[in-house]
């Protein structure tokens, strides 16, 4: 809830500029933790609201689109396999400034204001 209009105005305009952005939709991921180190570090130290980004070769996914991780289910399995899926919503992928990078703290060249 936000008592301020305008800060809820900002904050659609900027929800429909994440959603007018044609983008790959994936709702959820499901992976073999157990299948590598990689994976089980994965699994072990995401949490929800972190954002992910991977690539994928058969399914055409790039690492330039990012998600937020927005549920993590844990499922071991008799053979004692372990999988984890994650629920995933669009991340988004503009630039944002960030304090004391060379190269990404420029306003207006090389970030943009967020909220």
Not at 28 to 43: D, G, K, P, Q, V
Not at 67 to 77: F, G, R
């Amino acid at each position: 809830l936000q008592p301020n209009q305008e800060f809820g105005r900002q904050v659609a305009l900027y929800e429909l500029s994440l959603l007018a952005v044609s983008r790959t939709f994936l709702p959820s991921i499901t992976f073999l933790a157990n299948y590598s180190n990689a994976h089980m570090l994965a699994m072990l130290q995401t949490e929800i609201s972190d954002r992910v980004v991977f690539s994928e070769p058969l399914s055409g996914l790039a690492n330039s689109l990012s998600w937020i991780v927005n549920s993590v289910d844990i499922a071991i399995l008799p053979e004692g396999q372990i999988t984890c899926t994650w629920g995933l919503v669009p991340g988004d992928g503009t630039q944002y400034w960030q304090l004391g990078i060379v190269g990404s703290s420029e306003l207006g060249l090389t970030t943009v204001l967020g909220l």
